[in-house]
């Protein structure tokens, strides 16, 4: 009797274990833990309508979304990268496509190829092929592209230049001028906001398009342009002229802090990703009404693409939901929601163009017609060390004007890095 009370007493307990563990594996299965930087103006929007699209498809999926803030990504990189090596990835993270993606997940084992999903929902050849190479490598894709920024674009507060009746430049010499006329003014020239180090590389590497071309700018990544090119410390010369038309107060101030000067009149223009349309639309800007924009003097014809992307981590604790919401971005509900409202086009190539602004039109148009240039600052044209090193470059160049030591520190950079 006793027996058989221990042996029914042994299975309650079994029971009960199950019940747990099972009722455990089901609320694991009821979640997706999403990470980002997207905390700003107009970004965090954009993802909180994705993840609405994501929770109308999916119900009884719950989103964690673990977004970092501060240093425009940088402070949320390094978190993701603490993970990621302590394996314990999130279950899909933002990341942008080219080296910052390849090098530093792909290359290193932390990533599941995703080329079979992407052909088993049928949107493989919906997206645009030169960037879906950006989140390629040998031969398998590894990222959703998300969406496509621009980043040599230049904003500028239309009422500022027609009350001092500036014409936008047309090329870099008529830029030069009108930053003088516009110092003589009580308005700030250029807007520029470097307290995270790399907004002042992202202007850099706009005057190095500029002065390379798109052709010379690709060959410093394809090794058909020599890193002590001249014309390296020409696009160094013209740099250090622009610093001198930019807010004094600016190592205390972020890209926001920047657009927000041209918004509220302080200032005239800004060079800045087109995620800042994204948050002077927040500001309540419409494109074309209070706020122009223009390619940054001298890379006409150029596209400098930023493209931000979602991959499947190896050991992500719910590979099954981070499908699902790689389906999500990778869906045109998902691209159209999102991009309009963040200030970027879609990386596919059948969105609604009903759906997008006139500068997210134009956008569009330069993008299916210009050359492609990918960005540094933003991580898809070299390594993470190379970017580090140009960050701390630059802003010594800003601080210093030492252009001999910076063009200098460039080669020996490039030589350690990229080749």
């Known amino acids: 009797m006793l ?6 007493l042994s299975v309650m307990v079994m029971v009960a274990l199950l019940f747990v563990f099972s009722f455990s594996a089901m609320a694991q299965d009821e979640e997706v833990e999403i990470f980002s930087w997207w905390t700003g103006g107009g970004e965090e929007e954009g993802l909180n309508a994705l993840i609405d699209v ?20 940088a402070n949320a990189k390094a978190v993701l ?26 290359e290193t084992g932390m990533m599941e190829p995703i080329t079979g999903l992407l052909e088993e929902w049928g949107v493989k050849d919906k997206f645009n092929q030169q960037i879906l190479e950006m989140t390629s490598y040998e031969g398998e894709i590894y990222a959703v592209p998300l969406d496509v920024h621009r980043g040599n674009v230049m904003f500028s507060n239309k009422q500022v230049l027609e009350e001092y009746n500036i014409e936008p430049p047309t090329d870099m010499e008529s830029f030069l001028t009108v930053l003088e006329d516009l110092s003589k003014t009580d308005v700030i020239p250029l807007a520029l906001g470097d307290t995270n180090k790399w907004t002042a590389t992202h202007i850099f590497e706009t005057i190095l398009v500029a002065k390379l071309g798109a052709e010379g700018y690709n060959g410093l990544w394809n090794g058909e342009t020599a890193a002590d090119d001249p014309r390296i410390k020409e696009a160094m010369v013209y740099f250090d002229k622009l610093m001198q038309y930019v807010n004094e107060d600016h190592s205390a101030l972020t890209w926001q802090d920047a657009t927000q000067l041209v918004q509220n009149g302080e200032a005239a223009f800004n060079i800045m990703g087109d995620w800042a349309e994204g948050y002077l639309k927040t500001l309540g800007w419409r494109p074309g009404k ?15 693409v930023v493209t931000d992307t ?17 389906k999500t971005v990778a869906s045109l509900e998902g691209q159209d929601t999102f991009n309009p409202i963040k200030g970027s086009i879609p990386a596919r190539l059948d969105a609604d163009k009903s759906k997008y602004d006139a500068y997210l039109t134009d956008s569009m148009n330069d993008f299916a017609e210009n050359t492609l240039t990918p960005s540094i600052a933003h991580g898809s044209a070299a390594p993470e060390g190379f970017i ?8 010594g160049l800003v601080t210093t004007g030492d252009v001999e030591g910076s063009f200098e520190e460039f080669q020996k950079d490039m030589a350690e890095y990229v080749r």
Not at 83 to 88: L, T
Request: glycine share 14%; proline share 8%.
């Open 3 to 8: 027996l058989k009370k221990s042996a029914l």
């Open 290 to 304: 209070e706020f122009g924009w223009q390619a940054v003097p001298g890379t006409e014809g150029t596209f400098m």
């Open 81 to 106: 990268k603490t993970r990621m090596v302590g394996g314990n990835p999130p279950d899909s993270f933002q990341v942008h496509g080219g080296a910052e993606l390849i090098n530093t997940y792909v």
């Open 388 to 395: 580090t090193a140009l960050n701390d470059n630059i802003n």
């Open 310 to 326: 979602f991959g499947l981590p190896k050991g992500a604790p719910h590979p099954e939901n981070a499908k699902k919401w790689l």
């Open 54 to 73: 994501f929770n109308e498809n999916y119900p009884n999926i719950e989103v964690i979304n673990a977004t970092v803030a501060g240093g425009a990504g």
